[in-house]
């Protein structure tokens, strides 16, 4: 019997991690359990329903580990799967459960970002083909001009430590400025990949002063403290001992390197396998 019912923080493979990160510097009270599925990440070239099966038992994972609330802290996930999660599965799993996501906070407060009214979106294959994004801020934001830019090699050159050698680099500005192109009166970027925070300080280099580089960590971070205030059952349910542990489909020893590298700190974490 579990004795902690921790918040849940998925993703598909290290990105999350960012977003655990500022969830934890802005929540630091409550338990969380970060789950990785690294083993069959990256999600952003997989089909909806793949990614919806894939997430699905993740979120099933957590809710049998005690997490009364999760974070998908996964764009791709979010993009595919989070509707259908809250719609479909979470009434026959059990109703006071909730499944949240990481887009519509980037949304929510997009308007307030930017002056140009015009924003540009980096993203994952599957994030930036399902125009989630577009059509989120068409509900809060339809006056906002969204142009989209996918980066498929982000993400394998952040996990292969390669995005600070010259040719990562060199790819990072490519698409960089293949954005900026399609609208030169953007003022605003959104970093709509978990992983893309740690190229933030780079891409702020290259745009320069004139345009916001937003990565989502702390914008969810906010909203997460937002909901907990206005949930004040969820936020009862939650349990407080300030402790994080971590799950992973890869090998845990390759996963205990790459997320140590991520946080900065030393990480041990548990190998799960999904049925």
Avoid at 58 to 64: E, G, I, P, S, W
């Amino acid at each position: 019997m579990n004795t902690r019912s921790p918040i849940g923080v998925f993703d598909s493979g290290y990105g999350g991690l960012t977003v655990l990160t500022e969830i934890r510097k802005a929540l630091p009270e409550y338990d969380y359990i970060y789950f990785g599925d690294n083993a069959r990440a990256p999600y952003g070239n997989r089909s909806f329903d793949v990614v919806y099966e894939f997430t699905l038992e993740a979120v099933r994972f957590l809710f049998d580990k005690g997490c009364p609330l999760i974070i998908l802290a996964c764009n791709t996930a979010s993009a595919k799967a989070l509707r259908s999660i809250q719609q479909n599965d979470l009434p026959q799993i059990d109703a006071f459960k909730r499944v949240l996501g990481v887009i519509r906070p980037s949304t929510e407060e997009t308007e307030a970002l930017t002056s140009s009214n015009h924003v540009g979106i980096l993203g994952t294959n599957g994030t930036v083909q399902s125009e989630s994004y577009i059509i989120e801020l068409k509900k809060f934001a339809p006056d906002i001009q969204v142009v989209q830019h996918a980066c498929p090699m982000w993400v394998p050159l952040i996990e292969n430590n390669y995005h600070e050698s010259l040719p990562g680099k060199m790819f990072v500005k490519e698409d960089v400025e293949r954005l900026l192109a399609k609208d030169p009166a953007i003022d605003t970027i959104i970093l709509a990949c978990t992983h893309y925070p740690i190229l933030q300080d780079y891409i702020q280099e290259l745009v320069g002063p004139a345009i916001k580089v937003v990565a989502q960590g702390p914008i969810v971070a906010k909203k997460l403290e937002y909901y907990l205030i206005a949930h004040p059952d969820m936020e009862m349910a939650i349990s407080k001992g300030g402790d994080c542990s971590y799950f992973t489909t890869e090998n845990k020893d390759i996963f205990n390197q790459k997320a140590s590298q991520f946080l900065g700190i030393n990480i041990v974490s548990e190998h799960v396998i999904l049925t």
